[in-house]
């Protein structure tokens, strides 16, 4: 497999790659990943992985070219995990190197092209509360960016701002398809900007101004309702597949990008170029597929000619401010109190962040207040899987709690 931005450097060498405080051309982008590749160099091996806990930044991006040409696995860590699970990730992911600052100079390393796959590995929630590990190859992942690109209308000297964090597929998604049309990725907004992906909560909070803007790819939560004057690309899409799945303008129809069918149940089940390799654990990968090929979301979506109509998990998986939150994983921290007996989570509408969780508890102390749990939580959890609420039950019945969201 060819190096994506080794190329772009090649046939665009002087174009803008990224706005930032002071922009840089792909020539110069390529040139940081080489740097970087030239420190990583002597502490990697093919195959080992590569942690990084990091803010977007330029040299995030560079790191991730770099880590290609040294052939090692770029593993992004979510920023705002608390330090307990933080460790638990370096843990499972035993990388060869923790990257969290850039304090070191840099030496010219000749490039490394065709990398082995995994390419990348990112976390993504689990059914069972325990967040997986999804590995990537930098194939599946050029395919999802090029599908992308032709459905959005990306073209050469188009803007992309780089409004979703690099340790989640969207904002990878962004990366590739902004090199592979290149097109430059903004680090901050301006008022050039002709893409975007935000989220619900993103777009509740901040209304783009861009007078160039021709693609708001929206996303990664439930949308109420789809605004008027705002060219908005409503979109569906899952970390397994690379990103975006399919989208639409306008429309809650969504056409398809990627192959696609429902079961008998109505789960959407997905295949194709764009899908990933496997779970990753332990240097081994596992690819859930069924007998056909296909890998089962556990998203419960309706076609009609064509058309795809997102209609709701097929798990207690819900979403908040664009993350994913799996109650058991909250349950399971709450269970590990020595008063508490019993516990349930579920999601309370949100305005701003479309869904938070609040908790239901039975407990051995009456006294047991809000901001004690928040407080014992808040170690174990980031803040936006700390529940809102505390409810105090003896005993808790969740068949009537299950269908109140």
Request: proline share 8%.
């Amino acid at each position: 497999m060819s190096d994506l931005l080794k190329e772009a450097a090649s046939s665009s060498p002087n174009q803008i790659a990224l706005f930032t405080k002071e922009s840089a051309t792909f020539s110069q982008l390529d040139e940081k990943a080489d740097r970087l590749a030239a420190l990583l160099s002597p502490y990697i091996s093919t195959g080992d992985r590569i942690a990084a806990l990091l803010p977007n930044s330029a040299d995030f991006i560079a790191l991730f070219f770099a880590s290609l040409r040294v052939k090692a696995a770029l593993c992004p860590l979510n920023t705002r995990l608390p330090p307990n699970q933080i460790k638990e990730c370096i843990k499972r992911l035993s990388p060869a190197l923790f990257i969290s600052s850039f304090d070191a100079p840099f030496e010219k390393l000749p490039s490394i092209s065709d990398p082995s796959p995994p390419s990348l590995l990112l976390f993504t929630s689990g059914t069972t509360g325990s967040p997986k590990i999804a590995a990537h190859s930098l194939s599946n992942l050029l395919a999802n960016a090029s599908a992308a690109v032709s459905f959005l209308d990306l073209r050469a000297n188009d803007q992309w701002l780089l409004s979703l964090p690099l340790f989640h597929v969207g904002g990878i998604g962004i990366l590739f398809r902004c090199i592979l049309a290149r097109a430059a990725i903004c680090l901050s907004e301006t008022d050039t900007l002709t893409h975007i992906s935000y989220v619900p909560t993103q777009l509740y909070r901040k209304k783009p101004t861009s007078k160039k803007l021709r693609c708001l790819l929206l996303g990664g939560a439930p949308i109420p309702s789809i605004p008027t004057d705002l060219p908005v690309y409503l979109s569906y899409g899952l970390t397994e597949m690379g990103s975006l799945v399919a989208a639409s303008f306008k429309s809650y129809h969504l056409s398809p990008l990627q192959q696609m069918q429902l079961a008998p149940d109505g789960e959407i089940l997905v295949k194709g170029a764009s899908l990933f390799q496997g779970y990753w654990e332990n240097g081994k990968l596992h690819l859930p597929l069924d007998d056909n090929g296909w890998f089962k979301t556990s998203d419960i979506g309706a076609m009609e000619n064509g058309k795809l109509t997102y209609v709701a998990r097929k798990d207690r998986q819900f979403i908040s401010g664009g993350e994913n939150i799996q109650p058991e994983e909250i349950e399971k921290e709450l269970l590990k109190l020595p008063h508490v007996v019993d516990a349930f989570v579920k999601p309370t509408n949100d305005p701003e962040f479309g869904a938070r969780p609040v908790a239901f508890i039975q407990t051995t102390n009456p006294h047991f207040t809000l901001k004690q749990m928040q407080e014992a939580l808040l170690p174990h959890l980031p803040k936006y899987k700390i529940p809102i609420a505390l409810t105090l039950c003896n005993p808790i019945s969740r068949s009537g709690l299950k269908d109140s969201f």
